[in-house]
């Protein structure tokens, strides 16, 4: 061989090897040709550049394409969206990873800028907040004053101005099904006396309203309350759950949000959405003309999306960090949750109780699913690998339908308003609710999915009715070695539809997971639930512990550690952990085995559950 010869070959080799490997800087230019030296600066580009790669069949994709994304905020102003033409192969992924050492974050936020103490009277504002607040204009996005529900000061979730500040919560004294009103006390509103753009946060059972107020008549100690539509027909309407009117522990409680009459201590903010101002109290230590504040503008930062036909494969995303995601809709809706999240589009009880799936069901709904930060449909072969998913406004991640072989490991879901990860159908909105789910076409079933060594903390922390993990009509799902903790309601959650008719679910194994401190604000809970016909699905060798015992919940006794409620089918539970015997099965279908449960389980197995040492890691919050 000559040595021109050699030269060339040495050349095609490091082609083969490092030509696609596409770096990505906040600091980079698009009209760079995306190496090391010389990185792209947006994330789009850099997809770009790999798709044409594989368009061209370019030799260097051989060995897969590989996206280094270099530390710092990838501010995004639209779903990073990825296609079928986007997808790998098994000797040929796309990988899209942190740089060695360095931290990106792909940010669906934008900073308020400008703060200023608030002088001179601002009408409504409490006595005790005058020369506290400070307030800032809040930033356009795409030529408009923004929208938004939530606030972040240097990373931390700011409350929006409520009454009261702590859980001691003020009870309903009627509810009116006839008239769409309800009697609160007058002293619960504190100042606030006009609806203007105030929430009321309703706590039924295993879920909570967001009502958007329409009128408040004051009647002495009794202030009558109604609703804006739709959430007021929805809410009083719909059966399950439902306001409770002296229960075991009193009545349904809540508190009240949004407006600038409730802005009474530190940490507090309120928008002023007519006037396209924002104010804030800061806590000790908060210098707002240094802090970083951010509030969310894209609903998803991620979106990876195919069809049953042409579906993305072999996508992996690595040591990425997805924040700040907002979600609008209660704010122009309302939310009457079901059950999970999962918010009602409608809901009422049958005059003359009996549906196709169940003779003696006595009501209907049809649900719509909550968005989350990074949405999968239609894939298989994707992987989400120690990447955290931080400061969102509902869902985390979200495998939506039509995926398998899919793996989320080694994650962090911390400060999620909603679920931490949902997965696999919750009844499509055109179908009723108690439906099973058994499509004709398969590859709508999410099967083949591993959810191993992630940290869920920190989650549901807006919509009381969310869980660390909940999977809906899925099929051979492994959920194991997990931590979930400080999440309002269940930890795991498996199955949808309340039916023991055989459907699509079964073989899915829920095993050596911690879960504790779970049930924070909610009831009629467990550590892990399910629901309807599972054949072959086993929950076992988790360790549950520590309940939460909210004040105000309507029934405190009514917790469990497992919970099999209405048509779980089929399920062998065995040798969970948990400090005592504190077990449901609810209207349970055939076939169920319990064995081995409680605090008598083994301290190996005991031990063993969480997250592997390999993970532990996780628990050192960056």
Same mark, same amino acid.
């Given at each position: 061989? @000559?040595?021109?010869?050699?030269l060339?070959? +040495?050349?095609?080799?490091?082609?083969t090897?490092?030509?696609?490997?596409i770096?990505?800087s906040?600091?980079?230019?698009?009209?760079?040709?995306?190496?090391a030296?010389?990185?792209l600066a947006?994330? %789009?580009m850099?997809l770009r550049q790999?798709? $044409?790669?594989?368009r061209?069949?370019?030799?260097?994709?051989q060995n897969? /394409?590989h996206?280094?994304?270099k530390?710092?905020e990838y501010?995004?102003?639209e779903?990073?969206? &990825? !296609?079928p033409?986007?997808?790998g192969?098994a000797?040929?992924?796309?990988?899209?990873?942190?740089?060695?050492?360095?931290?990106?974050?792909l940010?669906?936020?934008?900073?308020v800028?400008?703060?200023k103490?608030?002088?001179g009277s601002v009408p409504?504002?409490?006595?005790?907040a005058k020369g506290q607040v400070? /307030?800032?204009?809040?930033p356009?996005?795409?030529? !408009?004053?923004?929208n938004?529900?939530?606030?972040?000061?240097?990373?931390?979730?700011?409350?929006r101005?409520r009454?009261?500040?702590?859980?001691n919560? *003020?009870?309903?004294?009627?509810?009116?099904?006839?008239? #769409?009103?309800?009697?609160?006390p007058?002293?619960?509103l504190?100042?606030?006396r006009?609806?203007?753009?105030?929430e009321?946060?309703?706590?039924?059972m295993?879920?909570v309203?967001?009502?958007r107020l329409k009128?408040?008549t004051?009647?002495?100690?009794?202030?009558r309350? @109604?609703?804006?539509?739709?959430?007021s027909r929805?809410q009083?309407?719909?059966?399950?759950? #439902?306001?409770?009117i002296?229960?075991?522990?009193?009545?349904s409680? &809540? &508190?009240? @949000? %949004?407006?600038?009459e409730l802005?009474d201590e530190p940490g507090?903010?309120y928008?002023?959405? *007519?006037?396209?101002?924002?104010?804030?109290?800061?806590r000790?230590?908060?210098?707002?003309s240094t802090?970083?504040?951010?509030?969310?503008?894209?609903?998803?930062?991620? #979106?990876?999306?195919?069809? +049953?036909?042409q579906p993305v494969?072999? /996508?992996?995303?690595?040591? +990425?960090t997805?924040?700040?995601?907002?979600w609008?809709?209660?704010?122009?809706q309302g939310?009457?949750?079901?059950q999970?999240?999962m918010?009602?589009?409608?809901?009422?009880?049958?005059a003359?109780?009996?549906t196709?799936?169940?003779a003696?069901?006595e009501?209907?709904?049809w649900?719509?699913?909550?968005?989350?930060?990074?949405?999968?449909?239609a894939?298989?072969?994707t992987?989400?690998e120690?990447?955290?998913?931080?400061?969102m406004?509902s869902?985390?991640?979200?495998?939506?339908s039509?995926?398998? $072989?899919d793996?989320?490991?080694g994650?962090?879901?911390?400060?999620?308003?909603?679920?931490?990860?949902?997965l696999?159908k919750?009844?499509?909105e055109?179908?009723e609710?108690?439906?099973?789910?058994?499509?004709q076409?398969?590859?709508?079933?999410?099967?083949n999915?591993l959810?191993?060594? %992630?940290?869920?903390?920190?989650c549901?922390?807006?919509?009381?009715?969310?869980?660390g993990?909940?999977?809906?009509?899925?099929?051979g799902v492994?959920?194991?070695?997990?931590?979930?903790?400080q999440v309002?309601?269940?930890g795991?959650?498996?199955?949808w539809?309340?039916t023991?008719t055989?459907n699509c679910?079964r073989?899915? #194994? /829920?095993?050596?997971?911690?879960?504790?401190?779970?049930?924070?604000?909610t009831?009629?809970?467990?550590?892990?639930?399910?629901?309807?016909?599972?054949?072959?699905t086993?929950?076992?060798e %988790?360790r549950?512990d520590?309940?939460g015992?909210?004040p105000?919940?309507?029934?405190p $006794?009514?917790? &469990?550690?497992?919970?099999? $409620?209405e048509?779980s089918?089929?399920?062998?539970?065995?040798d969970?952990?948990?400090?005592?015997?504190?077990? +449901?099965?609810?209207?349970n279908?055939p076939?169920?085995v319990?064995?081995n449960?409680?605090?008598?389980v083994?301290?190996p197995?005991?031990?063993?559950?969480?997250l592997?040492?390999?993970?532990q890691?996780?628990l050192?919050k960056p």
């Amino acid at each position: 061989m @000559t040595r021109y010869a050699f030269l060339l070959s +040495l050349n095609l080799l490091a082609a083969t090897t490092q030509a696609a490997d596409i770096w990505v800087s906040p600091t980079g230019s698009d009209r760079n040709p995306g190496t090391a030296e010389k990185p792209l600066a947006t994330l %789009n580009m850099a997809l770009r550049q790999a798709r $044409d790669l594989r368009r061209l069949h370019d030799a260097s994709v051989q060995n897969g /394409v590989h996206i280094w994304v270099k530390g710092g905020e990838y501010r995004l102003h639209e779903p990073w969206f &990825f !296609r079928p033409e986007d997808s790998g192969t098994a000797s040929s992924p796309t990988i899209v990873e942190a740089a060695p050492g360095e931290v990106p974050v792909l940010s669906g936020g934008v900073s308020v800028t400008g703060w200023k103490k608030a002088t001179g009277s601002v009408p409504g504002l409490p006595k005790a907040a005058k020369g506290q607040v400070w /307030v800032a204009e809040v930033p356009k996005v795409g030529g !408009r004053t923004l929208n938004f529900r939530q606030l972040w000061v240097n990373g931390q979730k700011a409350v929006r101005a409520r009454t009261p500040n702590n859980d001691n919560l *003020p009870r309903l004294l009627t509810w009116d099904t006839d008239k #769409r009103e309800t009697l609160v006390p007058t002293a619960a509103l504190g100042s606030l006396r006009q609806p203007a753009q105030a929430e009321m946060v309703l706590h039924q059972m295993w879920a909570v309203n967001w009502l958007r107020l329409k009128t408040l008549t004051v009647e002495g100690d009794k202030t009558r309350v @109604t609703f804006q539509e739709p959430e007021s027909r929805i809410q009083f309407e719909h059966p399950w759950p #439902r306001p409770i009117i002296d229960g075991k522990n009193g009545s349904s409680a &809540f &508190f009240l @949000t %949004n407006a600038i009459e409730l802005l009474d201590e530190p940490g507090e903010w309120y928008y002023d959405a *007519p006037r396209g101002q924002v104010y804030y109290w800061p806590r000790t230590g908060e210098n707002l003309s240094t802090a970083q504040v951010v509030v969310p503008t894209l609903e998803t930062l991620v #979106r990876v999306e195919g069809t +049953l036909d042409q579906p993305v494969s072999y /996508v992996q995303f690595k040591g +990425l960090t997805f924040a700040y995601s907002t979600w609008l809709r209660p704010s122009e809706q309302g939310h009457v949750p079901l059950q999970a999240g999962m918010y009602l589009l409608d809901g009422y009880s049958l005059a003359k109780p009996g549906t196709p799936d169940k003779a003696g069901l006595e009501n209907q709904a049809w649900i719509g699913r909550p968005p989350a930060g990074v949405e999968v449909a239609a894939a298989h072969h994707t992987c989400f690998e120690q990447c955290q998913f931080l400061h969102m406004a509902s869902a985390g991640l979200d495998y939506q339908s039509g995926t398998h $072989d899919d793996t989320v490991v080694g994650c962090t879901f911390r400060d999620v308003a909603g679920n931490g990860i949902q997965l696999g159908k919750f009844s499509d909105e055109s179908v009723e609710t108690h439906l099973p789910y058994n499509p004709q076409d398969e590859r709508e079933i999410c099967t083949n999915e591993l959810i191993e060594n %992630n940290l869920l903390t920190d989650c549901g922390n807006e919509d009381w009715g969310c869980v660390g993990i909940g999977a809906g009509f899925v099929r051979g799902v492994t959920i194991r070695h997990n931590e979930i903790s400080q999440v309002p309601y269940t930890g795991i959650s498996v199955g949808w539809g309340w039916t023991k008719t055989a459907n699509c679910m079964r073989d899915n #194994r /829920v095993t050596a997971n911690y879960i504790h401190h779970y049930a924070q604000h909610t009831y009629d809970v467990a550590g892990v639930y399910t629901l309807s016909a599972q054949p072959g699905t086993v929950i076992s060798e %988790n360790r549950i512990d520590d309940i939460g015992r909210a004040p105000y919940v309507h029934d405190p $006794d009514h917790w &469990f550690y497992l919970y099999l $409620d209405e048509g779980s089918s089929n399920i062998t539970v065995r040798d969970n952990w948990c400090p005592a015997d504190k077990f +449901l099965a609810n209207a349970n279908g055939p076939g169920n085995v319990w064995k081995n449960n409680g605090p008598m389980v083994s301290d190996p197995i005991k031990q063993a559950a969480g997250l592997e040492p390999k993970y532990q890691k996780l628990l050192k919050k960056p």
